[in-house]
């Protein structure tokens, strides 16, 4: 399978990408350009804007499914909940079929978190409301949730 994986290069994204190589597919690693992957068999590294959904169409071109690890840093936690995050959300949604691309897995680090009995991080005030499903439906085949169900379905 060929994968368009948006945000290669951070602490989610990297383990993803070595997951996939493991399982033979070929990769096409989008990163905004502050960090290097290094060229190997199987990967292509590309540059590209997750907020932008023309450059997702471009980069997502020709792939099977798409994979969206790209999360905040740690200096731009709130703000990126609130903004950037939504944002990237509503720009893969429009890119993706454009691409030709059925298939978004989503997958972080942080939003399943428990941070009190029974919720997670991504129901709280604190992870913002900028993107709502009722207010983008999405016509792409997604899966939201943690990395373990993300694991199940790409294995």
Same mark, same amino acid.
């Given at each position: 399978m060929r994968i368009a994986l948006f945000g290669a290069t951070g602490r989610v994204g990297s383990r993803v990408l070595a997951e996939a190589l493991t399982r033979n597919h070929e990769i096409i690693a989008i990163s905004h350009g502050q960090k290097n992957t290094?060229?190997?068999?199987?990967v292509c590294v590309i540059m590209g804007d997750i907020l932008d959904p023309h450059s997702i169409e471009l980069c997502?071109? !020709?792939t099977d499914a798409a994979v969206c690890a790209y999360g905040p840093g740690q200096d731009t936690m709130t703000r990126d909940l609130q903004e950037t995050l939504p944002r990237s959300a509503r720009a893969l949604v429009a890119g993706l079929p454009r691409a030709g691309v059925r298939r978004l897995v989503v997958v972080g680090g942080? !939003?399943?978190l428990e941070v009190a009995p029974g919720?997670?991080?991504?129901?709280?005030?604190?992870?913002?409301?900028?993107?709502?499903?009722k207010q983008h439906p999405v016509p792409t085949s997604a899966l939201v949730?943690?990395?373990l169900a993300a694991q199940h379905m790409i294995r």
């Open positions: 290094e060229q190997r068999d199987r997502a071109r !020709g942080a !939003g399943s919720v997670q991080l991504v129901d709280t005030k604190a992870f913002g409301s900028g993107f709502s499903a949730g943690n990395g």
